[in-house]
Each structure stands twice: as C-alpha cells, then as structure tokens.
C-alpha cells in the first residue's frame, strides 16, 4: 500500500510551539516556515525568547527512489515575542539522522554528527560516512568509511569520563555489498 502521509510542496512547514503541560489549544503559537520535510531533529533550546532548532530538512520529498532533494543540516529560529520566523542552511553536506551528545538534549549543544549521503545508489543504503559539524566554528570534519563501505544511522556515547562534549564514539553498523 501507499504511505500514510506525502509532501505537498504548495504549502508552508508549520510548527508548533506550545508548554509542555498545555492545557487547552489556545497555548499553541504556530510558526510559518520555508517549504520542506523534515524526518530528523538533533536538539532544540530556549535562546532568549527564542526557540531554536536543529535537523535535516529535504526541499522536495518522496518515497520514490530519487525524487527527493538533499537533506542539510538546517537551523530554525522561532521568535516567540514577534511570532517570526527566521531559518537558515548550516551546511551543504547531505546528510540525515543528526544526534548530539545526550546530555545537551534541550541546550544549546556546539557539536551535531549526522550519517552522510553520497546521492548514489543503492536506494536507502548511499551512506558512505559520517560528518562533525562544530555550530561555534562553522566547520565540518568529514569521516569516510573505508573499502566501498556503505553504513546506517549513527549514535554518540560519550565516554564515562568525558569533559567535552565531542568526547565519545559515533556508533554505526556498516556493510559491503560486494560480500553479498
């Protein structure tokens, strides 16, 4: 069968922002956005009166294999007093799945690693690496799984004596499919 929801890219994203323990509808603050589908967020936080998030938007999205664009990593910043929106690309790398470290879940966290896409074939499995993006600098390091590798989704443990926040390990399975 056909998937439950699709994309019509005529419209708006929406998101909303309401309290946690909202009590009615009424508490709910929509916010208008560019076009685009998002499946994967890594963080969101308060700034100020501002509520900003962190994921992998696609400007076009299908299941189809190949009829969707490059999902970024991407920033979204929900102005609470004015009710605007402003929204902006942090890198051109295609990329999914973000995580960060657990314990800046809800805080302004400095690092997102994400599992990187080459755009090629085969459908669903074009994961060839992961990235590091560092939000204070603006760079990227980019690591490349080895021998015609292709991997999945990643996950950052921090190790148990860890002081920064990038001090961990990225998590992921990884497959050649020339062994199959």
Known sequence: GNMPFAMDGSLPSMFAIFPRHAKSADEIRWFEAETAMAFHCANAWEDGSKVKVVGCPTKRFSFEYQKSSPSRLYEWCFDLETGLT???????????????????????????????????????????????????????????????????????????????????????????????
């Open 86 to 180: 402003t929204e902006r690309e942090l890198d051109q790398t295609w990329v999914e799945f973000p995580v960060i470290h657990p314990k800046a879940l809800g805080k302004r966290s400095r690092y997102v690693f994400a599992s990187r896409f080459t755009g090629g074939s085969p459908p669903f499995h074009s994961i060839d690496g992961c990235i590091k993006f560092d939000s204070e600098t603006g760079t990227v390091q980019h690591h490349s799984f080895l021998n015609g590798r292709w991997g999945g989704e990643c996950l950052f443990i921090p190790r148990a004596s860890a002081i920064n926040e990038d001090d961990g390990y990225l998590i992921t399975y990884t497959f050649n499919p020339k062994d199959t």
